[in-house]
């Protein structure tokens, strides 16, 4: 059982439209905006033309494990 938390996260996340989402991070001064792009999108049925790409979440997390 953990006795201290160390840190908490303090995140907030903003639907904008469809996959498109604004993300408030923590030590960051403008917010990180997280969609779907090329096969994700497709995989999702996401109209390329309706909504611009943007990093996912799950790219977010790769890029977080290989650091």
Do not use: C, K
Not at 12 to 19: H, L
């Amino acid at each position: 059982m953990i006795r201290d938390i160390a840190y908490t996260s303090q995140v907030r996340i903003e639907r904008i439209q469809g996959p498109v989402r604004r993300a408030h991070l923590p030590a960051e001064q403008s917010p990180v905006m997280f969609g779907v792009h090329s096969e994700i999108a497709e995989h999702y049925g996401v109209d390329p033309e309706r909504f611009a790409p943007h990093a996912t979440t799950l790219d977010y997390v790769v890029a977080a494990a290989g650091g």
